[in-house]
């Protein structure tokens, strides 16, 4: 079954990755998985996460819409993923049962201000704080990065003046909401950086959905660390044991 399916899957991987949008991707990505049945649909997700060609760019390109688990849950519906996912089981296909089981995060809390002076901030009305964080002012911007609400977040995402080390800091916020998280890990500029995936998977308020999608990217020598990580979710560090046991067998 899984050598009738190769040409599905290279045929996904081409078509995804030639799309320019990835809403336009993960629609074309739902489509397909709902016109097979939810043991290819398994086996198919499966090979996008294959051994032999997991690295490539445009594998690459569809493993990180499964990271965006709303969209995909939106638009293939809580009963089409429920049969995946037990088909995944009856198959024996861990990372993928792992990738579609809802986990709550190993941790969780309000999010919200560090420092006292920051925190001052929350005097601000929302209005005026979504206003401040499209803005120039980088001091001011400084102090927006514990701001708890999502769409200051999402402004801080897309606002030219922030930077990778500013992301990093978010993201590797505790504690940190859901939703923040979830926004970093599907931003199209900022969600695709290697430090910034690394502080996702490593923070245990992440999502666990979200960690296992990424954790897949990861090296070996920050896989070790989040296997040993007793903060971080088990199933998050069984997938880096897993990970790293496949890659030693290859060597």
């Known amino acids: 079954m899984k050598k009738v399916l190769h040409p599905f899957v290279e ?4 078509d995804v990755s030639a799309l320019p949008e990835e809403d336009m991707r993960i629609n074309l990505l739902c489509r397909r998985l709902s016109a097979v049945n939810p043991f290819d649909a398994a086996i198919i997700l499966d090979k996008i996460y294959s051994e032999e060609k997991g690295h490539s760019p445009q594998y690459r390109t569809l493993q990180m819409l499964l990271v965006n688990h709303k969209a995909i849950w ?10 995946i996912y037990m088909a995944s089981i009856e198959l024996g296909l861990t990372r993928v049962s792992r990738l579609l089981t809802d ?5 969780s809390a309000l999010a919200g201000y560090d420092t006292e002076e920051d925190a001052r901030m929350e005097l601000t009305t ?8 499209k803005r120039w002012n980088k001091d001011m911007l400084d102090r927006l990065l514990s701001d708890p609400d999502p769409v200051v977040i999402s402004n801080l995402l897309n606002n030219p003046r922030i930077t990778e080390s500013e992301i990093v800091k978010i993201a590797s916020k505790r504690p940190n909401s859901r939703e923040t998280l979830r926004l970093i890990s599907i931003h199209k500029k900022w969600g695709n950086r290697y430090n910034i995936k690394k502080a996702l998977v490593q923070n245990p ?4 959905r979200i960690a296992l999608g990424m954790v897949e990217f990861l090296l070996v020598q920050d896989l070790r660390d989040i296997a040993e990580d007793k903060a971080i979710h088990p199933q998050v560090r069984s997938a880096a044991g897993a990970i790293i046991d496949k890659r030693d067998n290859r060597t």
């Not at 045929?11 to 081409?14: C, E, G, S």
């Not at 986990?103 to 941790?107: R, V």
């Open 74 to 83: 939106d638009i293939l519906g809580n009963e089409r993923i429920r049969l």
């Open 205 to 208: 308020y992440t999502p666990p």
């Open 126 to 133: 929302l209005g005026e704080r979504r206003a401040l964080s």
């Open 11 to 14: 045929r996904l991987i081409k």
């Open 103 to 107: 986990m709550p995060p190993q941790k």
